[in-house]
């Protein structure tokens, strides 16, 4: 039985292969990042493709000192990437606003799920709606996020998510799995080359307390 569900699995990369492959002209497509380390590769590879708008918008990230940290962080490799002649499209930058009580909100009755369980996907719902409807006032063509370049995020409960609210909010989904083709490990090349911060929690409170819990 498991291995035929693993024969069914579909395959993201596969499909954003397919989408890339009939592109004819640079779409517009709002990226939404969960922090510069998993933008590198992202951004590297996309921005062949698309004009890219990274939309850093991440509420669960606790303590503000460590939300400042990471958003700088982002920025300063967008500025660094786009410095880089012929290597890509320009990529834009929106800030979302930090608002914490929103995530709290959305975690009520969650707190004590253990990592990748309700309360992230929660927290993931919360991040791409915004990201949805911010395409959608912008006049996107695209939305997706770096999400699912995370060896520890499960790339089909994302992509579930994006495509919910692609069918709610009426605008296209980008299918990934950012870690394949070795994503995931161009990332950590990418963020030792530019000395990137790279946190050892996602962000909330929540990944902090079972991080510490777990070394």
Known sequence: MEAQRSSNARNYQRELDRIL?????????????CCAPCSSYVLEYLRQYFEI???YYNPNISMETEYRKRVAEQKRLIAAYNEMVGSGYPIAVVEGDYEPEVFYAAAKGKEQCPEGGERCLACYELRLRKTAELAVQTGQDYFATTLTISPLKNAAKLNAIGEHLAEEYRIPWLPSDFKKKNGYKRSIELSAEYGLYRQNYCGCVYSQTQSADNA
């Open 21 to 33: 492959e009939r592109l004819t002209a640079p779409p517009r497509l709002l990226l939404h990042s």
């Open 53 to 55: 708008t990274v939309f």
